[in-house]
């Protein structure tokens, strides 16, 4: 019987616990097996990067770029497993890999008739397993803690956080932190997304980073419409007072014809 391990997550961003779950799983069931599914769905606050943004970090890390595949839902990640034949998929073992917060998405009730639902939790006895024909499986990878800036570290948004609230050092930190050296790649992908590239203008999907020092302050890029309107009007004001004054000398001038 052969695997299909899909992990599945919105990875903003993939980091070492990631990386740490994905080297469980290849160790598990092999590297061939194990596939890492992700969508192309951003938001600025709580999702920023772009898919091959997400590849970049993954292969960075090791991950094989032909092992990361775009999908609209990656819990579901049908276009994985719709990429196999009847007969693959008759001799394949179907197993979705999450951390425990995220196995909250699946449930394994019975179902109306009483039968047992498609998904089930991966039991202790693999030789047990049904093809995914019949069902499949969901295994909790193990949580894994890391250090970024001396500090442990779980989760992508408590990084996304460090990364805003730090100054340029503290970023450079964090980077190799996460993939073993300042990657200039990485770097400017955090920087573009994350709105810490300028801090003069920086503008992230409609809204814009005023920074005050290091730490940026998100207001709607209307204030940026303002301020060039102002400096219109401003402007405006200079070339009416050039033209004014234009006005005066010629007027003395001809006074003393």
Request: charged share 25%; no cysteine; net charge neutral.
């Amino acid at each position: 019987m052969n695997y299909l391990v899909i992990y599945p997550g919105r990875f903003h961003p993939f980091h070492l616990g990631h990386m740490a779950s994905y080297d469980w799983l290849t160790r598990k069931f092999g590297e061939n097996s194990v596939y890492i599914a992700s969508s192309s769905v951003q938001a600025a606050d709580t999702s920023p990067f772009s898919f091959s943004d997400k590849v970049a970090m993954m292969t960075k890390l090791g991950v094989p770029p032909g092992h990361v595949v775009n999908v609209k839902n990656p819990y579901q990640a049908v276009e994985i497993t719709s990429s196999l034949s009847d007969e693959e998929r008759a001799d394949t073992v179907l197993i979705f890999a999450v951390s425990a917060k995220d196995a909250e998405r699946f449930n394994f009730a019975p179902k109306k008739d009483g039968s047992a639902s498609y998904l089930q939790p991966m039991p202790e006895n693999e030789k047990g397993m049904m093809p995914m024909t019949k069902h499949g499986y969901v295994v909790v990878t193990p949580t894994v803690n890391f250090q970024v800036k001396g500090a442990d570290a779980n989760s992508a948004s408590q990084i996304r956080k460090l990364y805003l609230d730090g100054n340029n050092a503290d970023r450079n930190q964090i980077i190799t932190d996460l993939y073993g050296t300042p990657d200039p790649e990485l770097r400017d992908i955090f920087d573009q997304r994350l709105g810490a590239d300028d801090p003069q203008e920086a503008v992230i999907y409609g809204q814009e980073a005023v920074f005050a020092g290091d730490n940026p302050v998100s207001v709607m890029r209307e204030h940026k419409l303002a301020r060039i309107q102002e400096n219109i009007q401003r402007l405006k004001n200079k070339i009416k007072t050039v033209k004014e004054s234009q006005d005066y000398i010629d007027e003395r001038k001809t006074r003393k014809k």
